[in-house]
């Protein structure tokens, strides 16, 4: 069975920094997506960043590009979130995924077969 696990988030002004990890269990095949999405209230759920095996596979939405960064531990099966330079729109239930498919079929079709239990994050002064 599927498990995603998540830990970090919490309250932080603007322009401050969290790091979210989420550490996935239950998956055997040895390529698989990982990724990231938010669900914001009124706008429904949001991609976020989406990650391929290797180093170069990966994917941001414009309105992250450049201050968050996505990265993963494949013998840990984990992965991780860096968000930098947080804004008040970055406020959100984010959710980690996981996704046999491709980082186009996570990020472009939001389709996963597995998410985390999902953690706040709340910026704001």
């Known amino acids: 069975q599927l498990t995603l696990v998540q830990s970090g988030g919490g309250l932080v002004q603007p322009g401050g920094s969290l790091k979210l990890s989420c550490v996935v269990s239950?998956?055997?095949?040895?390529?698989?997506?990982l990724g990231w999405f938010r669900q914001v209230p009124g706008k429904g759920r949001q991609r976020v960043s989406c990650?391929?095996?290797?180093?170069?596979?990966?994917f941001y939405d414009d309105s992250v590009r450049g201050r968050f960064t996505i990265s993963r531990d494949n013998s840990k099966k984990t992965v991780w979130l860096e968000m930098d330079s947080l804004k008040e729109e970055d406020t959100g239930v984010y959710l980690c995924?996981?996704?046999?498919?491709?980082?186009?079929?996570?990020?472009?079709?939001?389709?996963?077969?597995?998410w985390g239990q999902g953690t706040l994050v709340t910026v704001s002064s």
């Open positions: 995924a996981a996704n046999l498919g491709t980082v186009k079929e996570m990020c472009m079709m939001y389709a996963s077969d597995g």
């Open positions: 239950g998956i055997t095949a040895d390529s698989y997506t």
């Open positions: 990650m391929g095996d290797r180093d170069n596979d990966k």
